[in-house]
């Protein structure tokens, strides 16, 4: 059985009955929806075998290609699989342990992410370090065995659900910038921590403030040295190639779709032609350069593809949101009972795809000191 | 890959020695025969090598804004080819005949018409080629890219069908202008590393720092679909290539005109020069994209290809 009928087969066979409810569920804007259930559903996955494909296969992944990763997200999208709630763990947190973690924090926490029953979330930003993440000052203290962490983060996603948070926190008192942070990793479920949602513009919330006060976690739960915090969290961008990424177009895709019937329904396809043609084009562009992102055959690597591809996605899926819209019309500017539409919450919720993983002033930087090594914009 | 990285830095070799931007006003004989007699570039159809190896090619001939006839030359082999031509394959491998291409049916402005032995021409659904016509050399505001009124002497015989011709016209537009436009961006980049104003680098200007971070994500997209396209010449010619290559080629025409209009822009007084090389990539961009089908037209042709 190839790789693609596998996972075709098992999500038919399990992304039914009591999992049913969750098909299209989830994702940015609609992050509040059957949690729970979610939450089963992650282990459900991790049960099949489906979590940390990636993953070598001594820390328990099952080490598959990019071709076979990519090929899940598209049948997990295909699918309509749920948004992931085990996300943070399986991306971010597990990989980052995995690469700079010892043995005993990849004994301690990769069977928890691997299996799905612990969840995580990232304590990177703070209300003073948005674009600016160096300007941290949350800070933790090294006391009687255990680190003692005193801060606000802001923006984290799923916090209210999640076991454990990596946090980065200022561990060398009078240290600025990079320098004096560390990678800490923080059990959520203690008096020291409290979580409170934010309403975001569309009336919703799944990011939330995190008010660290006196939150303890042992001495152990440092990932690198002490101090070396900044290289383990930018570590990670180092391995990001954007393997989801083709799983998030299979999402897209269906979005336009959805956009483009709409207009052939409502009358509106030929005042809209031209645009309905441009967004098309752009999803397919995007879909070539994520392939080509992924082709290691492809020459000239730039070394800053995670941020070219920022800037062509987020502002290709705040215009589809916007196109939307002016497709609908005025009956797009009332909101009905249940709430917003998938299209209104579409709308409103890319405003945060330019903004939120690095804004896209912050990825234009970034393109331009990394790839192009132009000085910096200080005297 | 490396094949590929070895054929593009040998090619790059070449055409930096021999024919940078500047040599590219004027005709140079020499430089065809360098790239056909010397490196066998126009065989590489005839060898069976695939498309994605041209396109490399055109890359780099892309970023000299070469004059030669290659592009034209190399999509009539290719073209013919596939339809299992005997006749004409030998003389365009070796470089001792060129081809023009009239894809689009028209006659009034053929590029490469002048010197070239055979034409491709596109007669509707019908590909034929024409071995007996005249070509009157026109005075094109790109002087890096000859054109020419045709006239047909005798009718031309028929081979097949134009669509695949003209697929890997767009292709081969496409590859060329991903070239010239990288290499726009990294001429600007360079100025803005050099150039000094109010004290300090241009370049350290986050105004015009943010501009090249978007320069750079159009040529990259350009990039992206190019490749695509290249690589469903052999992976997909009959599904995707249809929708790959119009696309491919509005969507990197349209780059290449955004950065060659920045580009003079971003290099200020001097970009507006005749000894600069920004307008020579400034006419290309813009003779690329008015030719050969406009940009919308491409676009709403791949969307109707792909059963939208």
């Known amino acids: 059985m190839t790789f693609r009928k596998e996972v075709r087969t098992w999500l038919a066979e399990h992304l039914v009955g009591e999992f049913a409810p969750l098909v299209g569920t989830g994702g940015p804007g609609r992050e509040h929806e059957h949690v729970e259930l979610r939450t089963a559903w992650e282990q459900e996955l991790g049960r099949g075998g489906w979590i940390g494909l990636g993953w070598p296969t001594d820390v328990g992944g099952r080490g598959a290609s990019i071709e076979d990763q990519v090929t899940f997200h598209e049948e997990y999208a295909k699918a309509g699989g749920p948004a992931r709630i085990g996300h943070m763990g399986e991306q971010l947190a597990g990989p980052t342990i995995i690469a700079f973690g010892t043995q005993e924090h990849k004994d301690r926490f990769l069977p928890g992410i691997l299996a799905g029953t612990e969840l995580w979330c990232q304590g990177y930003s703070e209300p003073g370090a948005g674009s600016d ?168 690597s730039t070394g800053v593809e995670a941020n070219v591809n920022k800037l062509l996605w987020a502002p290709w899926h705040q215009k589809l949101g916007e196109l939307a819209m002016a497709v609908a019309g005025p009956p797009s500017t009332l909101v009905s009972p249940e709430g917003l539409s998938p299209l209104q919450n579409l709308f409103l919720f890319t405003r945060s795809d330019t903004i939120y993983g690095g804004s896209s002033e912050v990825q234009r930087n970034v393109i331009a000191e990394r790839h192009w090594k132009l000085p910096k914009d200080r005297p | 890959m490396s094949d590929l990285d070895d054929l593009r830095s040998a090619v790059r070799g070449l055409l930096t020695t021999h024919a940078p931007v500047r040599a590219q006003l004027h005709d140079d004989p020499s430089v065809w025969k360098r790239l056909t007699a010397e490196m066998g570039l126009m065989s590489l159809p005839s060898e069976g090598m695939p498309f994605s190896y041209v396109c490399a090619v055109l890359e780099e001939t892309g970023r000299v804004l070469l004059r030669a006839p290659y592009l034209s030359s190399v999509v009539a082999a290719a073209a013919l080819h596939q339809l299992g031509d005997t006749t004409y394959a030998p003389g365009l491998a070796d470089g001792s005949i060129t081809a023009a291409l009239a894809l689009d049916g028209r006659l009034d402005q053929v590029v490469d018409g002048a010197g070239a032995s055979i034409l491709l021409l596109a007669d509707g659904d019908d590909l034929l080629v024409v071995e007996d016509f005249t070509a009157e050399p026109l005075e094109p505001m790109d002087r890096t890219r000859p054109q020419a009124r045709v006239d047909l002497t005798r009718p031309g015989q028929r081979l097949g069908t134009s669509s695949h011709a003209r697929n890997l016209q767009y292709v081969a537009l496409a590859s060329e202008s991903v070239g010239a436009a990288q290499r726009v961006v990294e001429l600007t980049v360079e100025h803005l590393r050099v150039r000094e104003q109010f004290g300090r680098p241009l370049g350290s200007f986050q105004a015009l720092r943010h501009r090249v971070a978007d320069l750079t994500v159009a040529v990259e997209a350009a990039t992206s679909s190019a490749w695509y396209a290249a690589r469903a010449v052999s992976a997909s010619p009959e599904a ?69």
Not at chain 1, 254 to 260: H, P, S, T
């Open chain 1, 133 to 300: 993440l160096a300007a941290v000052r949350t800070r933790a203290e090294l006391r009687a065995g255990a680190w003692h962490v005193s801060g606000q983060k802001v923006w984290t996603s799923l916090a209210h659900l999640a076991d454990w948070c990596f946090v980065i926190a200022r561990t060398d008192p009078g240290s600025v910038r990079h320098r004096g942070l560390s990678f800490l990793l923080v059990p959520m479920d203690q008096p020291g921590v409290e979580v409170r949602p934010i309403v975001q513009l569309t009336g919703t919330s799944e990011f939330n403030e995190v008010f660290f006060d006196d939150a303890v976690t042992p001495a152990e739960n440092v990932v690198g040295e002490p101090g070396d915090g900044w290289r383990v969290a930018m570590g990670l961008l180092a391995f990001e190639r954007g393997i989801s990424t083709l799983g998030q177009q299979v999402g897209f895709t269906r979005e336009y779709d959805e956009v483009l019937a709409l207009a052939r329904s409502n009358g509106t396809f030929e005042a809209f032609e031209e645009r309905l043609v441009d967004t098309w084009a752009g999803l397919q562009v995007l879909k070539h350069q994520a392939l080509r992102t992924l082709d290691s055959d492809a020459s000239s």
């Open chain 2, 240 to 308: 995707d290539l249809p929708v790959a290559a119009p696309l491919a080629k509005a969507v990197t025409a349209d780059a290449f005109v955004r950065v060659a209009g920045e580009s003079i822009q971003l290099h200020g007084g001097i970009g507006f020069t005749w000894e600069h090389d920004a307008h020579l990539y400034f006419k290309r961009a813009w003779t690329t994209s008015l030719m050969h089908g406009d940009s919308r037209t491409l676009r709403r042709l791949a969307f109707q290809r792909a059963g939208q």
